[in-house]
Structure formats: C-alpha cells, structure tokens
C-alpha cells in the first residue's frame, strides 16, 4: 500500500498508539473523538462540523466502497486526521470513482491505519476526549510535545473558519415558496438539498450576518446550520438570532440549536467525548417514539440553567425527569422536545410563544439514518402557518 510507514498517535495524557501512514507524510494534532458510523466515511471527512478534529472510525474496516464526489458535504475534508483500524486494500462499488487511500493523499489528510482503535476509544470514553498529535517521521517525544501543546475544543470558534466568505444562492426546485435564509456555521450539502428540494430558494450568509442584513431580504424563514467548535465565542451569532426571534420562523441544528440556546439564555457545557455517529437513540417527548439519529457535536445545551433548579443525577436508563418541562425565558416559554436516550441530555426544544424550534442531531443524515428528515417538513409547515 502507497505511503505506509510507521507513526505513532499519542494523547495528550500521554498514552501511545502504533500504526502506519495511509495518507500523505507529516504531523497533524486536533481533538480525538470516535465515531460510531458504518459507513459513511466520505461524509464524516468533509462535515465542516468536525473542523480541528481527529475522527477514530470505530468500524474496523474502512474504504470498502471507495469514495465518490456526490457524497461530499464541502469542497473537501475538514478534519485535521482519520484514524482506522484497517484500510481496504480495494474499493469494490459501481459509484467508486477513487479510493479512499488515493483520496487521502490527493486532499493532504493524514490518515493512519493499523492502530488498536478499541483501544484507543476506550481511552476516550473513559477519560474524554483531548488533543492528540499523531504522524510519521518524528519521534515519540516530539508527538507527546505536540500533542500537550496542541488546544481545547472549549472556548475555540472554529465555526468562522469554515463558514461561507460571501453570500451564495441557490433556486428552489419545483413550485416556490419564499426564501430561506441559511445562517452557515459549517453547513453540510444535503442540508441545503433538503431545502431546495421543498420548494425554497436558498441564500447562504455567513455565520456573524447581522439581523438586519438578514430581515432585509425578506425570507420567510431562517435556518441556523450546523458547525464545530464551542458555541459560546460565537457571539455575533448569538445576537443575531436574539433580533431575529419573532420575526420569522426560525429552525437550528446541531451548532444552531446550541446558538439558539444561548439566545435564549441558557449556558451551553461540553459533554465528556460528545455524540458522533449515525446510531444514536433519541426519544421524542411528546410522544415517546424513539429515532436514531446521525449526530456530531461537543457540546450541549443546558435548559436547567434557566431554572432555579438543579439537574437530577442520572440513575439507572436516561428519563424525560433529567430535563425540565419548561423553563421560562425573556422570549416566552421553551419546552423540549427530544432526548438523547445514551446520556439524557437535550436534543430538541420548541419555543412555545415564538415560531422557533431546533435539535441537536442532524435531520438530514449524510451519513445515517432517515428518522428525522420530516423535521424540514415540520419547518415548511411553521412557515406556512407563519405566513
């Protein structure tokens, strides 16, 4: 196999993982956290959430399929390494238009396969996740340097970094129906696809678009995407939906969900090795069916913040008593409406007294499951209703 060598990954706690290089040479550090898609490799690569990330593919065998351009989600990968426990030798799909080991070394990623990602995702559970240095050609005292050296996710805004430089439109496909306004933190494609595809034209702003630039355009809604990073710097962002709120329909994802709770008021917290994957169990509260969901984020939104309450400790199966019913806010009242059945932590709200609801996972898939696609719908209706 081209390029393979050996390199090492060492954690900033000092822990070292042994494997050989299946991208191009060189060094690269981010924050490590696992990954728990079967497939869907390309899609994780170049989602702009994981910016400043070395993803861990908890699926031993990657590559299988090769890669194509229709399953990219930016103009290239945005993580700053991949780490696999064994890359496919061949791609066997009729969509392959290349493997994913040429693909690595085409786009500058460092990759590594060969290492104990087991072990390594034990590492990150049980200790959370850090920053890791990882590559070839240098010593293993340097990597442990590199990577003690290397920065937190917390107080990071990495969302402008990936967020769209100008303005861009799309048009709608099939019968219009007003324009949406799309807030970019580090928008995926698919997202944008399941907007056009409604009947709306799309304009993309970037991520610190005032309010007034935005209501100047008339939309007849506006969608906050998702992105990396911690939401608390985004603080341009934060005022923007605080102007916003009330006068248009308002739908946040992932990123946008955590802005939008800080618009709210809420304090945001990171969770220990966050959600990232296309499995993860989310119950809705109103009616308590469950969905799986596709998922990629650090951090959370904590709603008891806004309450003179304490969160209960988890005893036992996550239940809907780990959030509050309702909290109060200078906007009206705010209810949740999803949970994360693996940690109880929110992952949906809806303001009740404003056309404003979000969640923290990511309804358009891409890759995982189809559960939640019908929330671009429940946002088409709210516009409707709206109008």
């Known amino acids: ?55 861990v593919m908890t699926s031993p065998h990657i590559g299988n399929y090769g890669v194509t351009a229709a399953d990219e989600q930016s103009d290239g990968p945005a993580v700053s390494g991949l780490v696999v426990k064994a890359l496919t030798r061949r791609e066997s799909n009729w969509r392959a238009e290349g493997s994913l080991g040429d693909y690595f070394t085409s786009h500058g990623v460092v990759a590594l396969s060969g290492v104990d990602t087991r072990r390594l995702t034990r590492h990150i559970r049980e200790r959370g996740a850090m920053p890791v240095a990882m590559g070839a050609g240098v010593t293993e005292s340097e990597l442990r340097h ?23 439109h799309l048009e709608a496909q099939g019968e219009r129906r007003g324009l949406v306004v799309a807030i970019d933190l580090g928008m995926k494609r698919d997202i944008l696809a399941h ?21 100047a355009r008339r939309p007849v809604g506006v969608f906050v995407s998702n992105g990396p990073g911690d939401p608390e710097p985004l603080v341009a962002t934060t005022a923007t939906l605080r102007e916003i709120i009330g006068k248009t329909p308002l739908f946040g994802i992932c990123l946008g969900h955590q802005v939008l709770g800080l618009a709210l008021g809420a304090r945001t917290f990171k969770l220990p090795f966050g959600h990232h994957g296309g499995n993860h169990p989310v119950r809705r509260l109103g009616d308590g069916r469950v969905e799986v969901t596709s998922q990629n984020h650090g951090f959370a939104v904590d709603l008891w913040s806004l309450t003179d309450g304490v969160a209960p400790q988890r005893e036992g199966l996550a239940g809907p008593d780990m959030l509050p019913e309702r ?14 059945l693996n940690d109880g932590t929110l992952e949906g709200m809806v303001l009740e007294d404003q056309p404003a609801f979000s969640v923290q996972y990511h309804p358009e898939a891409a890759p995982g499951p189809r559960d939640a ?3 671009f719908d429940a946002f088409a209706r709210l516009i409707e209703e709206s109008a």
């Open 1 to 55: 196999m081209r390029n393979r060598q050996r390199a090492q990954l060492v954690t900033a706690d000092g822990q070292v993982f042994n494997g050989y290089t299946v991208g191009v040479e060189g060094v690269t550090t981010g924050e490590a956290v696992f990954n728990t898609a079967m497939t869907g490799y390309q899609e994780i690569l170049t989602d702009p959430s994981y910016a400043g990330q070395v993803v």
């Open 146 to 168: 590199w990577a003690a050296d290397a920065p937190s996710m917390e107080g990071r805004d990495l969302a402008t970094g990936v967020s769209t430089p100008t303005v861009y």
């Open 195 to 215: 907007l056009i595809g409604r009947g709306f034209d799309v304009d993309v702003v970037p991520g610190a678009t005032p309010a007034a630039d935005i209501l």
């Open 327 to 340: 909290v109060v806010t200078e906007f009206g009242k705010v209810r949740p409406t999803h949970q994360n």
């Open 373 to 375: 696609a019908g929330l």
